[in-house]
């Protein structure tokens, strides 16, 4: 049983992995809803351990090694192919993976010793080793479960009493003989999966008929859990892994807004533009008319404030106005009559043509323009209306960073016919 306490509420979900199929939805309400019937959100082939950080991130043991990415949003795709390998080997031998309120990850290891540290991120860092303190010498192995609170309260379940203290911090902290019991028996049957959710409520599911509960979390051990306890579902002990934790995934984006007032510009040069020649070999003036065109690519244009991630397969288009710098007074401004199709995701280009200049050529004339313009980086603070995996709307804050050109500068020079 692996789990932690999530600080949001509106949109939580809970999620569960039978069959190597993961299921995503709302917590029951009541004992008529039916969980087995949420959608299929995706495959974790051959997972044997799962968890979710304070901001949806999932992290999945398999065969030893650890991964971690957005939660699942395809039916037919591994987790695994997509997700990150953050740790190589030796992920197998904890009994009891957890995480804070603050993302800091707890692992007590089958011989009993328990260690806290950063949530892994690179696979070539050995985190037991390099990253981990051990705060707990023995005795973790001999726990039913292992969970935190609301307030990184930790709690357990041993010799089938429920107790709880704050976490310890050093090796030599005797955590389980300064707990206090505020459960005196049966309580590790109820130990298939026990978690505190958003709301401060204690949900636990029996392991012998699959029963799911939810109350509230008993004060001393004269509280009788089970008295105060509303059932909300049976069977739920067919899923060998459980978890609460939050939507964050964006499904879609419902509308976007520039601020340009709070945009800021990074960086000007002068960038020369194509320069052409035109030769007039002719008896007669000749006419042309010269414009010059840039492709203008931003790379990685959108950068969210937040921790919200995108679907897989998602197409996170959108339409906006242009962050453009205004000839006249050189400030950053948005075209708002300009309905540009934005992606999220990929990179965007955008064809920019300057104003066209008419020349003459005399006979026997040639003439090379050199256009030049003010190449501007600026970055410009967006909000944005999304919509996520579960239909939650919400707004999302972020900054565009993009390049533009503007005040073209065209010289006309000689040069031999």
């Known amino acids: 049983m692996d789990s932690f306490a999530i600080m949001d509420t509106a949109d939580t979900i809970l999620f569960a992995v039978k069959d190597y199929n993961a299921r995503a939805g709302l917590p029951p309400k009541n004992i008529e809803d039916n969980f087995n019937t949420c959608s299929i959100v995706g495959k974790l082939n051959n997972v044997s351990k799962i968890i979710f950080n304070p901001d949806g991130e999932l992290f999945a043991v398999r065969d030893g090694e650890l991964y971690r990415g957005s939660m699942p949003s395809n039916e037919n795709l591994d987790w695994f192919s997509s997700a990150k390998r953050v740790g190589k080997a030796d992920w197998d031998q904890f009994k009891f ?50 969970f935190f609170d609301r307030q990184d309260i930790l709690y357990a379940v041993v010799d089938n009493k429920l107790v709880w203290r704050s976490p310890p911090t050093k090796p030599d902290d005797n955590w389980l003989s300064t707990c206090t019991t505020i459960g005196n028996e049966g309580w ?28 509230p979390i008993p004060a001393d051990s004269s509280f009788n859990y089970m008295e ?30 520039f601020l340009p007032d709070l945009g800021k510009i990074l960086n000007q040069t002068t960038e020369v533009l194509p320069t052409k020649t035109y030769n007039n070999m002719s008896n007669s003036p000749m006419r042309q008319t010269f414009s010059v065109s840039k492709t203008l690519t931003a790379t990685r244009t959108f950068q969210q404030e937040g921790s919200f991630t995108v679907a897989v ?11 453009h710098i205004t000839e006249s007074e ?25 104003s066209s200049i008419d020349i003459e050529v005399q006979s026997g004339h040639a003439i090379r323009l050199i256009a030049s313009a003010a190449k501007v ?32 500068m065209v010289t006309q020079e000689d040069c031999t016919p």
Request: hydrophobic share 40%; with cysteine.
């Open 228 to 257: 105060k306890a509303e059932k909300l579902g049976v069977g739920y002990n067919v899923y060998p892994f459980m978890s609460f934790t939050i939507d964050k995934t964006i499904q879609r984006i419902v509308s976007c807004e």
């Open 188 to 215: 590790s049957i109820l130990t298939h999966f026990m978690a505190v959710s958003p709301d401060g409520d204690l949900w636990c599911v029996d392991s012998s008929n699959g029963h799911i509960y939810k109350g």
């Open 377 to 408: 980086e600026m970055e410009v603070p967006y909000r944005m209306v999304i919509r996520t995996l579960f239909g939650y709307e919400t707004t999302i804050t972020g900054t565009w960073r993009g390049i533009c050109y503007y005040n073209l």
């Open 313 to 323: 397969g998602a197409d996170l288009t959108f339409k906006a106005g242009i962050p």
């Open 97 to 146: 993976l957890l995480l804070d309120s603050q993302g800091v990850l707890y692992a007590a290891t089958k011989n009993g010793e328990l260690y806290k540290g950063p949530a892994p991120s690179n696979e070539n860092v050995f985190w037991l080793h390099d990253e981990a303190t051990m705060v707990g010498a023995g005795g973790w192995n001999d726990l039913d479960a292992l």
């Open 330 to 354: 050189a400030k950053i401004s948005v075209a708002a009559d300009a309905n540009h199709t934005w992606s999220y995701t990929k990179e965007n280009a955008i064809q920019t043509t300057f």
